[in-house]
């Protein structure tokens, strides 16, 4: 059954799948520090509001994964903030997060080297979002 | 006069100790813009193609373009073309730094040197006047002492040299601008060598262009510069330099690894990245002049056997050469071996692939402890390899087989070495592998010097780094180990970077700025007027004009071609299982040119190109 995208039970599943992973744990050893994602309104697809993400990650566990306010979210580490169609497109890889960030289809408040050394990781997570049975918002619209 | 020109180009002749001034009509100039496709226009009108690359009848050419010293971000640029000494092909390679924008304020566009002078000499140019001068006390000195040498006097001055590579006419030396800057590849450092050039020096006090819309030219200008700031790759581009790459590229299996045998080393990378770079050894970011990005490295190691005095650190290509091509992991070796290359005046690419190649043959048993005089050369063992650098340089022991590049040196050695060379046309390949990312083998296998990467802006659009889909029909996101659609990307990408280059303007802020932006700063200086149409039309003129270089000295279908190493996929690592399918990327690619069976550019596209001349050449 489908979850809702960017709720908190849908932060609930992604944390899990986190957790279920056996590589994970290896790959994000070094990664310390919260990551939140801001996606912006786009109320033609059915998201009116901005909405915001918490997660916080340390060497290789996770903690809190909670759908929160601006304020939280950008107390993270690692800001992200991106439209909705783009987040859309990094959960089904067909944009690369990375490349995403290049060309300004993303945009980060953090410290880019660590990223750019913590690479592996990033990658990991953003692969295991694609895990989560997903239900957005504007395929309810449809 | 077109804006943004200074109006006049200096020709030298060192044979005769003469110089003159010429001019070139508008039309040429707005056909041909300037930097390497101004040189080549100006080559194919007025020299021998066939002399021998070493000789006396083959110019150098040093030219900017109507956008350098205008205050736009990254048109510091400038190219430095021939014939190439090291591929026997056309040759350029372009430079950052402040050079350019200096040779503007003397009021030339561009400067060609012929002849050969008797004994070693400077060439100077300030805008009261040219001067040759004796340079038989710098000869032999190395470009860091020899650029010092020469600004003593007047610190303004900006410099080009060669050092003791060029003086002994290595095929693979390099010309340093103020010891940061580099025109590396195709061995131009050689021609200058044999030219007895020691330097060029230049200062400018009052020459500026006009531009032709100056209200336009500010207003593009706010633009880019915002959207500068704006860019997350010129930030990483900041903070981590070119070396950002490292990390990355091992993931996605661009970075080469044990002479282009292996993959997969992230820890490898992780020692060698720019973030590492950044944490240890950095002191400052150093930036080209009229760049707000600042990618360029200053490094200083303090301690330990590969110490080194702060001064111009390693770009990426570096880093993977000297670094993962010889399973080194130590930064600081890295950083020696830049050093030592940037002192002797050789291009860190074919240095490096040549010592690599000399390790995997030294592990085979087809080279011996005797031969390299005693050196171990195992993989990362840095001592070794720094003492080869050196001798390379000097021509001295096995480095008088380096010298040359590793091509001249496989052909020489034998046995086993031409297959583990990784080449296109003679000249070695980036540290891009085309196993990871298809279009930077075609690239490769098309671009007018040999294997390139900077010839085009493939890197950018195949790598994601930038996507410009009000150009030409791309994707945002393209994946690495496919070929199918990428005859198209890697050839409206040619035409753009071309362009770029034409203009003299950096890849880097090009890539960071819509080219919306770059288009309207470009008319306004010019006042050429130009849409997207007619810039990337430029970008194909000039393709085609350098390929029919190219074939008038023998170069065809044959010579597009992925060595056999590149054609052999690997076992581990990002581009596991890969490689190009090179008969697609070629069939595809060749229809999008207009090159017939035999790779020469066919008569209609001449034609619609308004190559006449070449056209009565080549049939």
């Known amino acids: 059954m489908p979850i809702k995208a960017m709720t908190q039970e849908w932060m609930d599943a992604y944390k899990a799948a986190i957790q279920a992973d056996p590589e994970y744990k ?117 | 006069m077109a804006g943004g020109y200074a109006g006049k180009f200096l020709r030298v002749n060192l044979t005769e100790g003469s110089w003159s001034d010429f001019t070139l009509d508008h039309d040429t100039l707005k056909r041909f813009i300037g930097g390497s496709c101004l040189a080549a226009k100006l080559f194919l009108d007025q020299y021998p193609l066939d002399a021998d690359p070493l000789s006396p009848e083959n110019p150098l050419m040093i030219m900017t373009g109507p956008m350098v010293g205008s205050g736009f971000p990254g048109t510091s640029r400038f190219s430095v073309c021939a014939r190439s000494p090291q591929t026997g092909i056309w040759a350029e390679s372009a430079c950052g730094g402040t050079f350019g924008p200096e040779l503007k304020r003397t009021g030339y566009d561009g400067v060609v040197i012929e002849g050969r002078s008797q004994d070693p000499v400077t060439l100077t140019i300030h805008d009261s006047g040219v001067r040759i001068s004796d340079a038989s006390s710098l000869w032999g000195r190395d470009i860091y002492e020899a650029t010092d040498t020469l600004k003593a006097g007047d610190k303004s001055a900006k410099v080009l040299a060669i050092g003791p590579a060029g003086e002994n006419l290595a095929r693979i030396a390099a010309i340093g601008n103020d010891k940061g800057h580099f025109s590396g590849r195709a061995g131009l450092g050689a021609l200058m060598g044999s030219k007895n050039l020691k330097a060029v020096v230049v200062r400018g006090t009052s020459a500026k262009a006009a531009k032709a819309d100056d209200a336009g030219f500010k207003a593009a200008m706010k633009t880019a510069m915002q959207e500068i700031k704006d860019s997350a790759l010129a930030e990483g581009l900041h903070m981590m330099g070119s070396d950002a790459n490292m990390d990355l590229g091992m993931v996605t299996g661009d970075v080469p690894v044990k002479n282009w045998t292996s993959g997969g080393e992230f820890d490898l990378a992780s020692n060698l990245s720019g973030p590492t770079m950044r944490e240890k050894y950095l002191t400052k970011a150093h930036a080209c002049t009229n760049c707000p990005i600042a990618c360029k490295r200053v490094v200083k190691v303090d301690d330990g056997p590969f110490a080194t005095a702060e001064g111009p650190g390693p770009e990426y290509e570096t880093c993977a050469v000297f670094g993962t091509m010889m399973m080194n992991p130590d930064l600081t070796a890295v950083i020696k071996a830049n050093e030592l290359c940037n002192r002797y005046g050789m291009d860190t690419i074919s240095c490096g692939s040549a010592v690599a190649l000399a390790m995997e043959l030294y592990e085979k048993g087809e080279i011996t402890k005797d031969r390299l005089g005693g050196l171990d050369l195992s993989w990362g063992n840095m001592d070794a390899v720094l003492e080869l650098v050196r001798q390379t340089a000097y021509r001295e022991g096995f480095g008088d087989i380096l010298a040359d590049g590793a091509v001249h040196a496989a052909r020489r050695l034998g046995g086993s070495a031409m297959d583990a060379v990784v080449h296109v046309k003679g000249l070695e390949a980036p540290m891009h592998d085309p196993r990871g990312f298809h279009g930077m083998g075609l690239a490769y296998m098309m671009s007018n010097r040999g294997a390139c990467h900077l010839q085009h802006f493939v890197l950018a659009t195949e790598q994601g780094m930038a996507s410009w889909p009000q150009l030409f029909d791309m994707k945002d996101d393209y994946e690495g180990t496919t070929s199918v659609g990428k005859a198209w990307l890697v050839y409206n990408s040619e035409n753009y970077g071309i362009l770029a280059n034409s203009l003299s303007i950096c890849h880097y802020v090009a890539y960071s700025i819509r080219p919306e932006t770059l288009r309207d700063a470009f008319n306004a200086i010019t006042g050429f007027g130009f849409d997207f149409a007619e810039l990337l039309s430029t970008g194909m003129r000039d393709w085609t004009l350098k390929r029919g270089f190219n074939n008038l000295l023998g170069i065809s279908k044959k010579d597009d071609i992925l060595p056999k190493r590149i054609m052999t996929a690997l076992e581990e690592g990002g581009a596991a299982g890969s490689v190009p399918d090179t008969d697609l990327l070629l069939k595809e690619y060749y229809a999008l040119r207009g090159l017939d069976e035999r790779g020469f550019p066919k008569e209609d596209v001449l034609v619609r190109l308004g190559l006449n001349e070449l056209k009565e050449r080549l049939y």
């Open chain 1, 26 to 142: 290896s790959i994000a050893k070094d990664w310390e520090g919260s990551v939140s994602l801001v996606v912006n309104p786009d109320p033609a697809r059915n998201v009116p509001e901005p909405i915001y993400l918490f997660m916080d990650y340390w060497h290789g566990d996770v903690g809190d994964f909670v759908v929160c306010d601006k304020e939280k979210a950008e107390s993270a580490k690692f800001v992200m903030t991106g439209d909705y169609a783009r987040w859309k497109q990094v959960a089904y890889k067909e944009l690369d997060a990375t490349k995403a960030l290049l060309q300004g289809k993303l945009k980060m408040k953090g410290d880019l080297p660590y990223v750019v050394r913590n690479i592996k990781t990033v990658n990991k997570v953003i692969d295991l979002l694609g895990k989560v049975d997903t239900l957005w918002p504007d395929d309810d619209h449809q």
